[in-house]
């Protein structure tokens, strides 16, 4: 058997990540990609491209100030390929060159994506591109409508693009300097920024299997109802508790507020002057983030879900269901895997920033870890001004969020899972 066939597709997604993140920064690094005047360090380059790649949108620098037309072209195709996922990438080009499919590259973009071994390959893969296409190319349009009434029209329409590609792909880069904030009265803009933000965090695991639901009537799946039922209970909690939380603020920039935390970066209402509540409640929407198989971040909102449904099954001693389905035990652990790990590694970060940039409040930095390792992109004004040391660890939060921890540990753990099994004994809990 090859060394490629040995390498297991989770692992061989780590390092396709990885080595995007590195043709990026070289590519962000070259004066080509800096206006004039601008000098850009080579850890800048490297925070900015692994936030592109990672869909993120955390920077320590005013892109708009920074980027070139070039540069900025480059920042919106990482974001791309980031939000796709390298595997959508590397499969469409072992397409093109060979003319056909292997299962090793099936399963890797299987993988990427979140779909089990049940979803066919190419209906996967194809979904992806056309639902990609269909709704950046919609909300370019939608932007358009406005952009073009401010700014010279080929100006406009490459904003347009920027914007829909990097609202759609989760990631919150913008070319304005203050994100959305010259926007915040403008109901075009915010809804057509929220809806792309919110499309493209339901994954494309629910868009095939609306599709197979449309054209063939299969059943819709317990997955596809969680995603949509959670997704809408989250926005419309979190709009309401925005409204009454933040001062100042409407119906429209609290319903954006409350899409946004859900992993894309982009705000309309001045974060840094979120009250202690604001932030709480702002730091658990990122935390639970999108859906799998999407291009947003976070421990998603299946996962939210199973470990909410879990626990209370457990007080009433019975089994947890869903949608008149029993969910399985190896989802509830999966479930809780995935948030315990994912709340030790925010506090490790947190913990290590409270080291390295201890000039920030503690409620500041765990907001920013949370935004990075969550594939946010929000700030409280940290990033820009943070230090070497941080921006390391922030850069590995950004790429264990996008990449995902239990892809990470099973691409080395799954040969030492097939061992003798234990005798099985109760612990004491409680």
């Not at 879990?310 to 949608?323: E, H, I, Q, Y």
């Not at 939060?397 to 097939?418: D, K, N, P």
Request: proline share 3%; with cysteine.
């Amino acid at each position: 058997m090859s060394n490629r066939k040995k390498l297991q597709p989770g692992l061989k997604l780590a390092l396709g990540f990885m080595l995007l993140i590195a043709i990026g920064a070289l590519l962000l690094y070259l004066p080509l990609s800096h206006q004039d005047g601008v000098d850009v360090s080579f850890i800048d380059a490297l925070f900015i491209s692994t936030s592109a790649i990672c869909v993120t949108g955390l920077t320590p620098l005013d892109i708009s100030q920074t980027l070139s037309v070039f540069g900025s072209t480059v920042l919106m195709l990482l974001i791309q390929i980031g939000g796709l996922g390298y595997a959508v990438v590397a499969v469409i080009i072992i397409r093109i060159a060979s003319g056909h499919i292997d299962a090793f590259s099936g399963s890797l973009l299987r993988d990427s994506l979140g779909a089990d071994h049940r979803v066919g390959t190419k209906r996967i893969l194809m979904t992806a591109l056309a639902v990609t296409g269909i709704i950046e190319i919609a909300g370019a349009v939608m932007l358009f409508t406005v952009f073009s009434g401010h700014f010279p029209l080929g100006r406009a329409l490459y904003l347009s693009l920027f914007h829909s590609v990097s609202a759609f792909n989760n990631a919150g880069f913008d070319l304005f300097s203050d994100s959305l904030m010259k926007w915040n009265d403008n109901p075009v803009v915010l809804v057509t920024i929220a809806l792309l933000i919110a499309l493209g965090g339901l994954g494309f695991i629910l868009y095939n299997d609306i599709g197979e639901h449309i054209r063939h009537g299969k059943k819709i799946s317990m997955h596809t109802k969680i995603v949509l039922s959670t997704t809408l209970f989250l926005i419309v909690s979190g709009t309401v508790l925005f409204r009454f939380i933040l001062p100042g603020i409407d119906w429209k920039n609290a319903f954006f507020q409350s899409v946004t935390t859900r992993t894309a970066g982009y705000f309309s209402y001045d974060q840094t002057t979120l009250p202690p509540a604001g932030v709480a409640l702002t730091v658990v929407l990122m935390f639970i983030g999108a859906s799998p198989g999407s291009t947003g971040g976070g421990v998603k909102t299946t996962s939210f879900f199973t470990a909410i449904k879990a626990s209370f099954s457990l007080l009433l001693g019975r089994n947890p269901k869903a949608f008149k389905r029993e969910i399985s035990s190896e989802s509830v652990m999966k479930a809780f895997f995935v948030i315990i790990i994912s709340v030790l590694l925010v506090a490790l970060a947190t913990l290590l920033l409270t080291i390295t940039d201890g000039n920030f409040s503690s409620d500041k930095l765990l907001y920013e870890v949370v935004s990075a390792y969550a594939t946010v992109g929000l700030t409280m004004g940290v990033t820009p001004h943070i230090s070497f040391t941080g921006k390391i660890v922030l850069i590995i939060m950004m790429y264990l969020g996008r990449v995902g921890f239990m892809t990470i540990i099973t691409a080395f753990a799954r040969r030492s899972l097939e061992g003798a099994r234990y005798i099985e004994e109760k612990v004491i809990i409680g």
